[in-house]
């Protein structure tokens, strides 16, 4: 499959929205590179970047609108050309 991501569970969403704490959503691009996934236990030096993205906050106990919205923007991240 050449989907970035995989589907998101809820449960970082619904711990978030228990204990009142923010989710980090992060991006990390890189990894198809670095760890092909024909071969096992093989690691190719390469570049990797990390993108921190803005705290989101879980207000409400459906955990799915948010969990897509972040997922989303996850995406647009991973898939923006570098600069």
């Known amino acids: 499959s050449n989907a970035p991501m995989k589907p ?12 009142r704490k ?3 959503p992060c991006v990390i691009k890189g ?5 092909p996934i024909h071969k096992s236990f093989y690691l190719v030096p390469t ?11 879980v207000s409400e106990k459906n955990v799915t609108p948010v969990k897509d919205e972040v997922f989303k923007k996850m995406v647009n ?6 600069v």
């Open 8 to 19: 998101f569970y809820d449960g970082a969403f619904k711990l978030a929205f228990v204990t």
């Open 77 to 82: 991240v991973y898939e923006a050309k570098d």
């Open 31 to 35: 990894t198809r590179e670095a760890m």
């Open 47 to 57: 570049k990797l970047s990390m993108t921190f993205m803005v705290p989101v906050a």
């Open 22 to 24: 923010k989710i980090i």
